[in-house]
């Protein structure tokens, strides 16, 4: 029977304790729920920060750059930008791993994340590729202000090393990189590590270069080198491709 016929009958068989209890198991039902609604939001929220975080600088990761890299693609391709990427390598950090460990070397990454951040605008994307290579992803556009940012960031980076490891030299190299219509996702990232891999090649530390148009013509010039005309066991890498074609004056070097 329905509570409606026993308040109709007069003969209602529930007392006032058991519709306190029942209210009190209802609102301690909802109060579960809504606790169990807030665990899952932060566990979700907490996953989808950790797929999006290097773990262990607290920068940006691999994925959350790409993301970023494909927007800013996309709206410099709908003209609202002209966004510039920062390449950012740490000259010689193998050393700091083999004289003083791997914990050192972790502190060190840790405190080259901290002091890049610390020199960008906070609404600029600093992230770790991996190893210790860094990229900002920024709007700006205009060679002297990327310029002034990337020296800031290399004094940034050499007193945040010179703290931790005194003994070596504490340099980076930065490549700057601006976006150039026709350039999507891949090519705008491929230039930043087309300048850190030519410094590699000559052995240069300590430098900031600026991809050019001419980097970009020559970069493709290589690419296109037909494979079949080299020696099998040839190391068709990138690098090994631009000493093949001896691309001098590939970076502007300044």
Not at 118 to 128: F, I, K, S, T, W
Not at 226 to 233: G, K
Request: aromatic share 6%; glycine share 4%.
């Amino acid at each position: 029977a329905s509570f409606a016929t026993f308040a109709v009958a007069g003969s209602f068989p529930y007392s006032g304790m058991h519709i306190a209890v029942f209210v009190t198991m209802m609102a301690s039902m909802a109060a579960l729920t809504a606790k169990v609604r807030e665990v899952t939001s932060r566990f979700i929220s907490e996953n989808w920060r950790l797929s999006q975080v290097d773990s262990l600088t607290e920068l940006s990761n691999v994925r959350a750059l790409r993301a970023r890299i494909d927007e800013v693609v996309e709206q410099a391709q709908a003209g609202k930008v002209r966004p510039s990427l920062l390449a950012i390598d740490l000259d010689d950090f193998k050393a700091v791993n083999d004289s003083f460990s791997h914990t050192i070397g972790d502190q060190v990454l840790r405190a080259v994340a901290r002091a890049i951040s610390e020199n960008v605008r906070v609404d600029e994307m600093v992230a770790r590729r991996g190893g210790d290579e860094f990229v900002v992803v920024t709007e700006l556009s205009c060679e002297k202000e990327l310029e002034a940012v990337a020296n800031r960031v290399r004094e940034a980076i050499a007193d945040a090393r010179r703290r931790i490891c005194p003994q070596l030299v504490p340099t980076a190299s930065v490549a700057i990189v601006r976006w150039r219509d026709g350039d999507d996702s891949d090519e705008f990232l491929r230039h930043a590590d087309v300048g850190l891999h030519e410094r590699k090649v000559q052995e240069e530390a300590d430098q900031l270069k600026i991809i050019t148009a001419e980097c970009r013509r020559r970069e493709r010039d290589a690419i296109l080198v037909p494979l079949h005309v080299l020696p099998d066991d040839f190391d068709a890498t990138l690098p090994a491709l631009m000493r093949l074609h001896n691309l001098d004056g590939l970076v502007f070097t300044i």
